[in-house]
């Protein structure tokens, strides 16, 4: 490719776009860019600070991750399951889902036994020392979720849901059409 300048080009060769590649900003672009007025850098920092405002209370209190919290507690709701049932609703990894149980089951909190089904997967519930953890647990879940609520009248509330509703629908695109995309090229 020669090195001749094109309009509106400040490199001299021709932009990503017009080669098809991916476009690129210009300079100016990625100076005025400003990540903390993003909606994922938002959404991501919140998440990160109220991860750390669960992990703290959790471990404190419980003795726990927040992690081994989040397969405790969804494991509670669902009964008796397997490991993927959990990853599906917890929204963690399965190795994060996989590590949490093992570690929850040598607590005497979870209990892990072979499927009759399906001899490669584990079914796991929760002990009866398990659902005493959670008894216990859940005070400080709901009493951080009061402070949350106490700071959005209701309709706020019901706003701000729907608005993470939208939000999840269309970050699940985005997901899926980077998958889609990423298998395109391999193709």
Do not use: C
Request: net charge positive.
């Amino acid at each position: 490719m020669t090195n001749k300048k094109r309009p509106g080009s400040r490199t001299g060769t021709a932009p990503a776009a017009a080669r098809g590649g991916p476009p690129v900003a210009s300079l100016a672009q990625l100076q005025a860019h400003d990540p903390e007025s993003l909606i994922t850098f938002r959404v991501s920092a919140l998440s990160q600070l109220l991860a750390r405002v669960v992990e703290a209370s959790v471990s404190r209190e419980l003795g726990l991750s927040s992690r081994q919290w989040r397969v405790l507690v969804i494991l509670n709701r669902l009964g008796e399951a397997t490991s993927g049932d959990v990853t599906r609703a917890s929204r963690l990894d399965h190795s994060q889902v996989s590590r949490a149980s093992y570690e929850l089951a040598e607590k005497g909190l979870v209990a892990m036994r072979g499927d009759p089904q399906d001899k490669r997967r584990q079914l796991l519930s929760v002990t009866p020392e398990g659902s005493g953890v959670l008894r216990r647990g859940i005070v400080g879940s709901g009493h951080r979720q009061q402070r949350l609520r106490a700071r959005l009248s209701e309709s706020d509330y019901q706003r701000f849901a729907r608005m993470l509703e939208v939000l999840t629908d269309e970050a699940h695109a985005l997901l899926r059409e980077a998958k889609d995309a990423t298998h395109g090229r391999k193709e």
